[in-house]
């Protein structure tokens, strides 16, 4: 997947044009330290087999995605937030959440290096 289909590049722009870099930059970094409490809690909900946290804890995350532009996690997690399947196959869910919120800490890292 191209870093076009995993960012909100509009979004990124305007925060880069209106922030600067060194913002934008911290942003990134409080994503990534966030996200893995995110991941974690979505797994902890996993774990305790409740619907209630794993919808809490997954809007949680989709909400951060939004706001930092990864457009792919987002939409991945406005799939999966409501999703009532088995703990085995959320547990799927989790490690795919996973991979694709390192993609797109990869993609935005690229994109702003690339400022």
Known sequence: MSKIEQLDINLLEGYLNSLGQDIVQQML????????????DITDAVTQESQELWQERCHKMKG???????????????????????????????????????????AFKQWLLSK
């Open 64 to 106: 951060a995605t939004g706001s930092v532009g990864l457009i792919s996690l987002h939409a991945k997690l406005v799939i999966i937030e409501k999703l009532t399947d088995s703990w085995t196959e959320k547990n799927k869910y989790v490690e795919e959440l996973v991979t694709a919120n390192d993609q797109a800490v990869s």
């Open 29 to 40: 970094d409080l994503y990534i330290q966030q996200s893995i409490t995110y991941i974690h």
